[in-house]
């Protein structure tokens, strides 16, 4: 009898953590050797995650004003390649728990913004590898310049398509990375939500002492 309290309890995400996994193996680097080992260390943690058959804990569900956007992101994302990802978050939608993970919002990002942890130290698979989760911004949303101390970061954009500090622009399939303490700023499309999975990879005790905090403007 399956534990209940043990990732292979849950199949559903089971299924999440190893279509997480392919992506990390799948996409292109485009070259980069700091890409490509990022996504090697991701896969690596992922891994030991699966293979330590890692404690589940739910929060209760939560949802925030921009998860009415969440249908239309999951029905754009249903047409790329990575389809079966899209399917494999739609059986286990109903268990997240989306927030906004700042004391302070900015006025109006409340509407635009929210994530939904599904990987790290807070859980729901609980473990001090690797942060994963999801991230969702409403059409023409502005997630304000902030940065990660001592994490590597990346995002796959599932649907949509946003551009990081007006420097390209990202549709589906694409990754974008962020190293340690890089400044970030996203701006969403102006018609189309915007769904991507993000990956946290850093020291155990970065991973579990993350201050979320969005960057003033000087001056």
């Known amino acids: 009898m399956s534990d209940p309290s043990k990732l292979?309890?849950?199949?559903?995400?089971?299924?999440?953590?190893?279509?997480?996994?392919?992506?990390?193996?799948?996409?292109?680097?485009?070259?980069?050797?700091?890409?490509?080992?990022?996504?090697?260390?991701?896969?690596?943690?992922?891994?030991?995650?699966?293979?330590?058959?890692?404690e589940v804990r739910f929060p209760e569900p939560a949802l925030k004003p921009v998860t009415s956007h969440l249908n239309r992101a999951l029905d754009n994302g249903r047409m790329e390649r990575h389809a079966p990802f899209i399917r494999s978050l739609e059986a286990i939608r109903s268990t997240l728990t989306w927030q906004y993970g700042y004391e302070k919002v900015p006025r109006g990002l409340e509407r635009k913004?929210?994530?939904?942890?599904?990987?790290?130290?807070?859980?729901?698979?609980?473990?001090?590898?690797?942060?994963?989760?999801?991230?969702?911004?409403?059409?023409?949303?502005?997630?304000?310049a902030h940065a990660h101390r001592g994490i590597t970061e990346s995002y796959i954009c599932l649907s949509g398509a946003v551009s990081e500090n007006d420097q390209g622009v990202y549709g589906p399939g694409s990754l974008i990375f962020n190293p340690p303490e890089t400044l970030h700023r996203i701006t969403v499309a102006d018609f189309h939500p915007a769904l991507l999975l993000y990956a946290w990879e850093g020291s155990k005790e970065d991973l579990a002492d993350q201050k979320m905090v969005f960057t003033r403007k000087s001056g």
């Not at 698979?125 to 997630?143: K, Q, S, W």
């Open 8 to 54: 292979s309890g849950h199949p559903d995400w089971v299924y999440v953590l190893r279509d997480s996994y392919d992506f990390y193996r799948r996409l292109s680097a485009g070259g980069s050797g700091k890409i490509r080992t990022h996504q090697r260390s991701v896969r690596e943690r992922i891994n030991r995650v699966l293979k330590a058959d890692a």
């Open 113 to 144: 913004f929210a994530y939904a942890e599904l990987v790290g130290p807070s859980g729901p698979v609980i473990t001090d590898e690797v942060i994963l989760g999801l991230v969702l911004f409403a059409p023409g949303c502005t997630y304000p």
